[in-house]
């Protein structure tokens, strides 16, 4: 490899971390601010609303609950729920700004022009991100599954709810290499920012309720047995034809959900390879 | 383009004004420049108001014919089900009445991010809007109609929305599950509505306005009007700490004869309901007395902070006019 290229190939993630660096420091920033509530709840908060419980003499299970709704499990449950869907937020980024808005305005066009291949642009353009992506939600699940299993006599919910189902596993980081991939394909078809934006939000949308819906399929389910049902119908994921899913089958769930992510984030990144080349020949 | 031919009526809006540009050529070329943002209204709009229709007429046959049948029974019948398409809805009357709802609150949010980046941040962004300022219309006027605009076609496409809603209400607000649902639909849809709706399209341009960023814009826009739309559905100050009072129903039999009857209670038996001679059922939901003082109030708060956001946006542009 020549000097030049080996200049060229420093020179290039530079630049993109530079153009993006506002993206990144919000990722950055919305990822420590996830994990520092969710260790502040269980390592201060929760101890705090334990005092609060044993010091209420009320009926068994009120002041559980109430004690522990607003100060607790309320928190808890919004961090999980906006961790998973900003996914939503990585589509629309990756379609208008990473990708769109750089065709739209011909600064891609421009790079290209300087001695920076476009293939090897695309693929700056989706590592970075993707790595980014990849260790914010690793950080956050890990940090997650620490949390979330602390104080389940707190938490009204379960391991079957959606946004619980995906933090809880490597399908989280999935969801989000999927937008982005997804993001740069319609951004790449499209090459304007706002159609963009609104086509891979809206394709991401179809998509997360399709699987979301569809997740008790991920798995065979097992069948409910006399001897069984009482062990069973603890954590277990009823099904509508009277099968279940006991907490066991999560992992193997959210590893079929990852694989599916992961083959259309792979796809996506395929075909938009494929549209570049026909763009720039 | 022929559904747009007659925009350039409104000549006589303001023909005292002087200028090379004439204020029917600024309508005209902002109409053509947001052309794509004005078909996807109409197309939004159209949709909806057929889906409202539909929701009235033959959409609503099948569950109109079980209460008819077993009264109240029947509607839970018509409702319990599952059979998903692409997990978005369940098919099932009950759950299809809200779903244009869910448009109209999409739709808001469309037109506060649509103010915010298209509209306003983009032009900016651009420097497109410093030329128009070059030209003849003044930074204020361009600002007017700019907001004009959509405003008006904001205000005519909701308010028929809302309208055919509430006629569907009246028709067939009875074959709903009781439930927190119908009162959060009953209370919620109305002006207020129609005044979310222009309070997104002033916060998002004052938004685009100071930010001048197309996606930065978009972002902040998109936050702010959560942020209004959380407090609009949950705690407005003078809705205290419940969301909305309750709304009572009321369920009765008619018998052969005509005569009304109390419900027998016989569920889906069609002995027991041949028995008590009932011919059919009826259910109808009680108007409330709080909708209209909600209503008004809700629609108060929401275009003052219209008012509010219109005047700041005024106020930014001066000052960033002054700067060109």
Known sequence: MSALALKGLKGLPGSVLRVHRAALLVWTVFILAAVGYLVWLTDITAHSVHARISACDDVEGFCRATLAAGDYSGPMGWIGTAVYYSFWAVAAWAGAALIGRELESGTAHLAWTQNVSPARWLAAKLALPALALALGGTVFVVVFRWAWSAHRDLMGDDWTFNDVFADRGPALVAWSLCALAVGTLTALLLRRALPALGISVAVMTVLNRYLESHRHELWQAATRTSTTGSAASNGAWPTDTGTYHPASHFWPMNLVETGILLTITALATTAAFAVLRRRTV | ?324
């Open chain 2, 1 to 324: 383009m022929t559904t747009i031919a007659p925009a350039p009526a409104p000549v006589p809006a303001a023909p005292h004004r002087r200028g090379a540009l004439r204020p029917s050529g600024l309508v005209w070329t902002l109409l053509r420049l947001h052309r794509t943002a004005l078909f996807v209204w109409l197309g939004f709009v159209a949709f909806t108001a057929m889906f409202l229709l539909w929701l009235q007429g033959p959409g609503a046959s099948a569950t109109q014919d079980r209460l008819d049948a077993l009264g109240y029974t029947g509607v839970q019948i018509s409702a319990s089900s599952s059979d998903m398409l692409l997990g978005f809805t369940s098919g099932l009357y009950n759950d299809l009445f809200y779903d244009p709802g869910t448009l109209i609150t999409l739709a808001s949010f469309g037109v506060a991010l649509f103010a915010a980046g298209p509209l306003t941040a983009r032009e900016l962004e651009s420097g497109t809007a410093q030329l128009v300022w070059g030209q003849s219309p003044s930074p204020a006027r361009w600002l007017a109609t700019k907001l004009a605009l959509p405003a008006l076609f904001v205000t005519a496409g909701m308010s028929l929305l809302v309208l055919l809603y509430r006629l569907l209400w009246d028709a067939h607000g009875n074959l709903l599950i009781a439930g927190i649902s119908p009162r959060a639909f009953y209370f919620s849809v109305g002006p207020a509505t129609v005044a979310a709706a222009l309070s997104g399209l002033a916060l998002g341009a004052l938004v685009g306005l100071t930010v001048r960023r197309t996606l930065p814009a978009l972002a902040l826009a998109g936050f702010g009007y959560f942020l209004v739309n959380a407090f609009r559905t949950n705690s407005w100050p003078f809705q205290g700490r419940y969301q909305q009072p309750e709304i009572h129903s009321r369920s009765w039999a008619v018998n052969s004869a005509g005569a009304e009857i109390p419900d027998p209670g016989c569920y889906d038996n069609r002995q027991c309901l041949a028995r008590h001679d009932v011919a059919h059922f009826a259910r109808e939901y009680l108007p409330s007395s709080d909708y209209w003082p909600r209503q008004l109030l809700e629609t108060g708060v929401l275009l003052g902070l219209t008012a509010l956001a219109v005047a700041a946006a005024f106020l930014v542009l001066r000052q960033r006019s002054n700067h060109v």
